[in-house]
């Protein structure tokens, strides 16, 4: 991205910009921040308090109903946004973009696997399912081997092998996860037991890739008929080659503008699982659990306007983010 980007940028792309260095900044930093309280342990002299500054230490932006401290509570929530949801919204758009990429380039019979491959995954998927009986996974991967050996003794052989149905599979997830709106597919996977940040991460993956890989897939039918392709082909260059240096870069500018506001979502949905007090721990800070303890105490309006103001700032900063990012895609 050049400076020239950066030249002329209204005031609120700059507000932004820094209430988003703040929140990274106080996210990473958590742990080292000289904060007066620790998280998530309580101070039962002063619960449900509102700001005050005559305690030593003071309660800068008072205290939930539980007596824990509103500033920590906030500092380490913007932790659990770098943690979580900024992962995974960077995750679900590499995915997303790869998996749009390949099946918008290569269609349902542009990428033929040999049948070494093809017998080599049946091997692989009979022994990841547990089906009974050991010959037919050992059949497949002698037979897949076998193959492999014949093609790289025959150089002459014409190429075999079954076309990827990669546009069909692609259509078929897509339906697959559109299908169930996406608050209630993430609350039927997180109603077990309390999620770990790994398993969460993996969650919101699972439900936001599917808009950039439209998105992807969309432009890359496109992009692959333009002129600089067909010349890469024609200058013999490998397939795979065509699709990763040349037309799938070309095909990811839209997640220029998308991608904050995949990421604003991801904030969004995570903070409403923690408010719903699903999926995570009662006692991992977070900005959904702090709005989560107003309805314990619905008089508490210094909860609302600290955690609501820190969640409304970063979704608002990350729409200025993307509104700038979309006029220079």
């Not at 339906?175 to 109603?191: D, E, H, I, K, N």
């Not at 991608?259 to 009662?282: D, H, K, Q, W, Y």
Request: overall charge positive; some cysteine; proline content about 8%.
């Amino acid at each position: 991205m050049s400076l020239a980007f950066f030249h002329a940028r209204p005031v609120g792309f700059w507000l932004g910009m820094g209430w988003l260095l703040l929140v990274l900044s106080a996210g990473l930093l958590a742990p080292w921040l000289p904060l007066a309280f620790l998280p998530a342990v309580p101070d039962l002299q002063h619960v449900a308090e509102a700001p005050s500054w005559a305690a030593s230490p003071a309660h800068w932006l008072g205290t939930d109903t539980q007596g824990r401290d509103v500033l920590t509570e906030l500092v380490y929530g913007a932790r659990q946004v770098v943690s979580s949801s900024l992962p995974a919204a960077l995750l679900a758009t590499l995915v997303g973009a790869l998996a749009g990429g390949a099946a918008g380039f290569w269609g349902n019979k542009g990428l033929r696997l040999p049948w070494a491959v093809w017998l080599a995954g049946v091997a692989v998927g009979w022994w990841a399912l547990a089906l009974p009986g050991r010959w037919p996974c050992s059949l497949a991967l002698a037979g897949g081997a076998g193959l492999a050996w014949w093609r790289r003794r025959s150089r002459t052989a014409k190429p075999t092998g079954w076309p990827l149905p990669l546009d069909a599979m692609f259509q078929s997830a897509l339906t697959l996860l559109s299908a169930v709106p996406r608050l209630v597919l993430v609350l039927v996977f997180a109603a077990g037991p309390a999620l770990g940040t790994p398993q969460l991460v993996v969650l919101l993956v699972l439900v936001a890739w599917p808009e950039a890989a439209s998105q992807v897939r969309t432009q890359m039918l496109r992009v692959r008929e333009l002129p600089f392709v067909e010349a890469a082909r024609a200058a013999g260059l490998p397939t795979w080659r065509v699709w990763y240096r040349h037309a799938l870069p070309h095909a990811c500018r839209p997640l220029l503008a998308t991608a904050p506001l995949s990421l604003a979502g991801l904030i969004g949905l995570e903070s409403t699982l923690a408010f719903l007090g699903v999926g995570r721990p009662p006692d991992v800070p977070s900005w959904g659990n702090l709005l989560g303890t107003l309805q314990q105490e619905p008089g508490a309006w210094w909860l609302l306007a600290s955690a609501g103001g820190a969640l409304v700032l970063t979704l608002l900063a990350l729409q200025q983010l993307a509104q700038q990012f979309g006029q220079r895609a």
